[in-house]
């Protein structure tokens, strides 16, 4: 059988990867170091430069397949990951940093406010209702940067209206509406949300959480992570399977 490899990156951003002859045989694991020193090609030959081919195998979308496994300092080959070896890179590699916020399974305590089309929001009147809330503001690039992915999240469960998403953002509602003419993003957004972020100690943006139909929290993360919408995803599932409950 042809070896899978799996990359894994650590918090400093060294990249490993390792060789098995499947999925669930961990124990044979061989681990190979990448550096930057590494050659990378493509099938074709054509050599990546290290940022490129960094950036490619961090992204779970791509594997590095040594020419030969047995030689210590060998070239790799840039293929496409099969679907199943990207779930598991996503499921082990870099879960998301937990907010100091919030803690897993404690009561989320509610809110009201006022969205910036002047519809009223009460989160009281949402239970029985998974809330999916992001905490953010313009000038935010992480925040810019999970929009696209957030808003994907969305359109999987426009079909559900038993999923509810709130964006609460720090800026006034006249620079919102602006910024939104240009920028699509598709959670029922809230203006001058400088107060309720401070109410919830929020401590970094964005934050992001999710609250199940209990009300309590059941996610809770700080910061972009290419591997968050993955995460709020599988919770939300994992929410949704327990069934309806009564409140």
């Given amino acids: 059988m042809r070896k899978a490899f799996i990359v894994f990156v650590s918090a400093s951003f060294c990249i490993s990867v390792y060789a098995q002859d499947s999925l669930q045989a961990k124990k044979k694991q061989k681990k190979i170091n990448l550096s930057e020193d590494s050659i990378i090609k493509d099938s074709t030959g054509l050599k990546y430069p290290y940022a490129i081919w960094k950036a490619m195998i961090q992204s779970g979308d791509y594997i590095a397949v040594p020419v030969n496994p047995d030689k210590r300092n060998t070239s790799y080959t840039l293929e496409k990951a099969p679907e199943e070896q990207k779930l598991e890179w996503l499921n082990i590699g870099n879960k998301p940093r937990e907010s100091l916020s919030f803690t897993t399974g404690k ?141």
């Fill in 107 to 247: 009561q989320f305590e509610p809110f009201s406010a006022t969205d910036i089309n002047n519809n009223k929001i009460n989160t009281k009147d949402l239970k029985g209702k998974i809330l999916v809330i992001n905490f953010w503001f313009i000038n935010c690039q992480p925040c810019r940067k999970e929009m696209p992915e957030l808003n994907a999240l969305v359109n999987d469960y426009s079909a559900d209206s038993n999923i509810v998403f709130i964006g609460i953002a720090t800026d006034p509602e006249n620079a919102l509406k602006i910024f939104l003419k240009e920028t699509s993003f598709n959670y029922q957004v809230v203006g001058y949300g400088r107060s309720l972020a401070r109410n919830y100690s929020i401590e970094g943006f964005p934050t992001n959480i999710i609250v199940d139909k209990e009300g309590k929290v059941a996610f809770h993360k700080i910061g972009y992570n290419e591997n968050n919408v993955f995460w709020m995803k599988k919770v939300i599932e994992e929410i949704k399977s327990r069934g309806s409950n009564s409140m």
